[in-house]
């Protein structure tokens, strides 16, 4: 495309062929550019794909990643024409349309009540699990059962943070378990604990106070019933909710390699090639160029992705840590250059990234989570002016969004 600067993240590791890559080799093979592309018009990461309703982008992309406060805001902001933080609050607070709730790989994430009941059933461990999980930290069954009820009890009519909890509780009812896994050594209350296995059970959500975007702010604990009266997390079963979860991914994500959805959803070998095998009519294998892994998609999402046309104008995003987009894929190599990704993902944790044309080509610092500036910029590479002047514009913006006041910014390149 004339006027943009291309990108090198092509990995060319020869990695072996599975049934999927096989399956490529006589399907129809993507454009990298368009691909890249029309992801990020399905996360509404384009101009021309911003939208107007903070649900149905959480509904597009499935689920915003909520283990830090601040990422749902900045988030959202990256994909609305107009955003202002209370454009969520609305949404989470008072209209209750949304639930922060533990799903894939076991993180927190705020989705819809609409689909709320597919990730619970699809990703939430079994009573076996639970109980597994529970007597390995040396919890009883009995303190377990009496702590339980206890909480359910504190927790009526609004809810409490830990520390409010605590409060509530004799004295003698808290104390204190060690939990070592080879050389990491692990502590935990029994509150923690049996506060944990009731979000598991669906019973407990955890979020945080209004308008809140500070990582250290102080969980509140809900019983589901009360906030959310109308959801009902057994509606669907859990190998149903595998497979309508396997779909919504790959809609919203693809085209994706198997190992993607494996990761992505947290599902076993074995329960992926049932959640595919559940799809198989509506899946289409694809190829995309200079890539050697074979991907998927669905029929109907191919049909819109060949009238899809790549803007003309560059794409620049600031997504926060953990975002959904840098997120969503085990195989990285069409998202950032091997020799960046160290960089980009450090402990399994996506960093803020600075994101061009779909592709990773710097970080930015935390700090903002605390409202604090500057917000320092960091290239992997050096690029032109004009990206340089984007990507500053959009810093300044989260920077208001996030402090309500002007915020410096600062570039440099590693």
């Known amino acids: 495309m004339a006027g943009h600067q291309r990108l090198e993240t092509t990995n060319h590791r020869k990695l072996e062929m599975s049934a999927t890559d096989r399956a490529t080799l006589s399907m129809q093979t993507l454009d990298e550019h368009t691909a890249t592309q029309y992801v990020l018009h399905k996360h509404h990461l384009l101009e021309s794909s911003r939208s107007n309703s903070v649900v149905q982008v959480v509904n597009d992309v499935v689920g915003l990643h909520a283990t830090a406060a601040s990422t749902p805001y900045i988030s959202l902001f990256n994909r609305m024409k107009t955003f ?6 609305e949404e989470f607070y008072v ?9 894939m790989r076991g993180t927190l994430f705020i989705t819809s009540t609409k689909l709320a009941p597919i990730l619970y059933q699809a990703t939430r461990l079994s009573e076996r699990l639970i109980s597994k999980w529970i007597s390995r930290w040396g919890l009883s ?18 809810g409490k943070t830990l520390p409010e909890i605590k409060k509530a509780l004799p004295r003698e009812m808290t ?25 598991r059970r669906g019973l407990v959500i955890s979020e945080k106070c209004v308008a809140t975007s500070r990582i250290t702010e102080a969980n509140r604990y ?23 979860l396997t779909r919504l991914y790959i809609k919203a994500f693809g085209p994706v390699a198997e190992e993607d959805i494996a990761w992505w959803a947290g599902f076993s070998k074995s329960e992926t090639e049932t959640a595919l095998s559940a799809l198989a009519s509506d899946l289409l294998h694809v190829r995309i160029k200079e890539f050697p892994k074979g991907y998927l ?5 191919y049909k819109e992705f060949s009238k899809f046309r790549p803007s003309a104008r560059y794409s620049v995003s600031l997504l926060p840590y953990e975002d959904p987009y840098m997120k969503g894929y085990k195989l990285r190599d069409r998202l950032v250059n091997p020799d960046w990704e160290k960089d980009a993902y450090i402990g399994g944790g996506a960093e803020p990234s600075i994101i061009v044309e779909g592709k990773i080509v710097g970080i930015w610092n935390r700090t903002i989570e605390k409202s604090k500036g ?10 032109n002016r004009e990206i340089e002047r984007l990507a500053t514009r959009k810093a300044k913006d989260i920077g208001k969004l996030m402090t309500s006041k002007e915020v410096s910014v600062q570039i440099s390149y590693l």
Not at 142 to 154: F, R
Not at 181 to 196: A, P, Q
């Open 222 to 244: 809900t019983l589901v019933p009360e906030v959310y009266p109308q959801l009902r997390f057994e509606s669907v079963a859990s190998r149903e909710a595998k497979a309508i």
């Open 84 to 89: 202002e933080r209370r454009h969520l609050d």
């Open 297 to 301: 998609m669905l029929r109907s999402d």
């Open 175 to 199: 104390r204190s378990f060690v939990l070592k896994v080879g050389n990491e050594v692990y502590r935990m209350t029994n509150i923690n604990i049996v506060l944990n296995a009731m979000m």
């Open 95 to 103: 209209k209750r349309n949304l639930i922060r709730v533990e799903a």
């Open 374 to 383: 500057p917000i320092q910029l960091r290239f992997f590479q050096s690029l």
């Open 141 to 158: 069954e009995s303190e377990h059962q009496l702590l339980s009820e206890k909480l359910q009890g504190i927790l009526r009519n609004g």
